[in-house]
């Protein structure tokens, strides 16, 4: 810009010469060299600013790329935190979940122990047939084939309920020659619950039944074969009695 200054005061300085005396060829060439370096400065300045407008140019692109990915990256961050918190709430409720479930498990699992097992299958006798005898007598079921609880006592033929509670009983009889009656009573304590008779017109007969009884604690149950009838079994279990609690109350 300077040298431009000093080239227009060269200038006008020449033309005032030109003007009131004769072309100087100096002067000339002078006015010459300073036209050539103009030229050049104008272009160096053109580049220059070209190059800085494009470097602007490049920076601002560059810098808004990069707010735009900060923008991004913020939303992405936002969105990854609030799943993130999600996934940390379901864990902390599904662990909440498994520990009440192993809680019940542990009070179910504590509720089983704590449940009496009582239940009893047995097989009457492998000794033929029984009676008739001339007084009613308890039977007494030998062939134990299970005694849960040992609530039923093969030494008496008296079940004693261990606790209150619903219990179901069931018996079979079976006689083998029609000569002979059968003829039970199901007692629960001095009661007859059962009064079961049968004498079969084919040559083998079974009579079968089965009661649920609300028992106390301390309450029994048996079968009484009455006097004048028979019952039958041997090693094929042909008469049973079968009982089991329920459930508790
Ligand atoms: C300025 O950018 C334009 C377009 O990208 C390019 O053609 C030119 O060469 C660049 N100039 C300089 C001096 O970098
Ligand atoms: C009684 O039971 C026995 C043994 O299960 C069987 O052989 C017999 O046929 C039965 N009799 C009747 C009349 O059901
Ligand atoms: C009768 O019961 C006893 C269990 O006390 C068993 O071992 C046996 O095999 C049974 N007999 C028959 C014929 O099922």
Redesign the pocket.
Known sequence: MRKSVVFHILLLCLCWTWAHSEVDSDAIQTLDQGLQAEIQDVKINQ?ER??Q???T?DLWAELKELRDMTIELKTDLKHYLSRTEKLEQEKLDLEIRISSTEKEMEEIKSENADRAKVAFSLGLTNAGRLGPFNTDITLRFSKIFKNYGQAYNPDTGIFTAPVRGAYYFRFTFFEINNAHWMGIHLYHNSKIIMTNYDRSNTYYENMSNGVILELERGDVVYIVLQAPYTVYDEKRNYSTFTGFLLFQL
Do not use: D, L, M, R
């Open positions: 580049a070209t190059k407008t494009n470097g140019v």
